[in-house]
């Protein structure tokens, strides 16, 4: 099978680049820098808020894994649209033009908007987003489902919830950060839809194996229930410290949360809420429309994301 991978030197892209060369998989990888992956890889620069790649690399493929995006930084809501939503439509529209057969957009829950109750969400359960970054996912879900409803090749809409795994950024990786410097127990509070990564990738190689008709939209989940404690005390146990003493009270929790919120390129999202707050789906669907099953190797993950803390700042 020949694929095409955009977002090849993200998080995500590393491990899926990395399993397509190991199931012996023809690979055409884009990064907007043109880095090189894990292994040397070298990838093909092209950054597709302003160019799109040459016809000729979409030739023969067979699945196009849309992976490039806008997510992890404050951007303008103009580069959120150019590169998530019209980059996009474009990619699919030359997809469809070269023959591929299947096209998969990564894109998130949170272009579901935001959760209204504490229930797990469906794919039907959605509210416009109010952010910048989950509204140009959502209004690419949108183009892609009218343009392609009825087009040959198969499109297939992809929502993780919040990817982990040993290279994380963001707000596990501070957690693991303060884990080894001694941060206190986190309340009791919150829970969480989450997925590793190793499982997302495996769902992305399921679906490309074997890709629906039409355009199918699902969320991508495990159906563990995460919280902030849990790994938290999992990392402090990967760490040999034992269970920590949740001495900082509830306000202190939040007062720290708001200082964190004044931090140039903060995300729209307090960062309490994204700490503690309840935001759970349901996989049921992705679940009875394919063969993949999730394992959840939170466990495995959490020493590999202590021992990545500690080579980034050794």
């Avoid at 399921?206 to 159906?223: F, L, Y």
């Amino acid at each position: 099978m020949k694929c095409l991978v955009s977002g090849a030197t993200g998080f995500v892209g590393q491990q899926l680049c990395q399993q397509l060369l190991h199931r012996g998989d023809a690979l055409v990888a884009l990064s907007r820098s043109g880095g090189t992956l894990d292994n040397g890889t070298p990838t093909l620069a092209i950054d597709l808020a302003v160019n799109d790649p040459d016809q000729a690399l979409l030739q023969d493929v067979d699945v196009v894994f849309h992976l490039a995006g806008i997510a992890h930084t404050q951007a303008a809501e103009a580069d959120y649209q150019q590169l998530n939503y019209h980059g996009t439509l474009r990619l699919a529209r030359q997809a469809a033009a070269a023959g591929v057969g299947c096209f998969i957009f990564l894109s998130s829950v949170k272009a579901m908007g935001r959760s209204l109750s504490a229930a797990s969400r469906t794919e039907d359960d959605c509210v416009l987003p109010e952010d910048p970054y989950g509204l140009s996912k959502w209004r690419a879900e949108c183009a892609l489902r009218e343009e392609f409803e009825q087009a040959d090749m198969s499109v297939v809409i992809l929502r993780p919830a919040l990817v982990y795994g040993p290279q994380a950024k963001g707000n596990l990786r501070l957690l693991a950060r303060g884990v080894r410097l001694g941060l206190p127990r986190p309340p009791a509070e919150g829970l969480r839809s989450m997925i590793a990564v190793r499982d997302l990738v495996s769902l992305l190689c399921t679906i490309a194996s074997d890709p629906p008709v039409g355009v199918a939209t699902w969320i991508a989940c495990d159906e563990r229930l995460y919280s902030t404690r849990l790994f938290y005390d999992l990392l402090r146990e990967a760490n040999g410290q034992g269970r920590g003493h949740a001495w900082l009270p509830r306000w202190g929790w939040r007062l720290a949360a708001t200082l964190l919120d004044l931090r140039p390129g903060r995300h729209t999202e307090p960062m309490f809420n994204k700490l503690f707050g309840t935001e759970l789906y349901s996989n049921a669907a992705v679940l009875a429309a394919t063969r993949w099953q999730p394992r959840g190797d939170l466990e495995d993950v959490v020493a590999a994301m202590l021992v990545a803390d500690e080579v980034g700042h050794s």
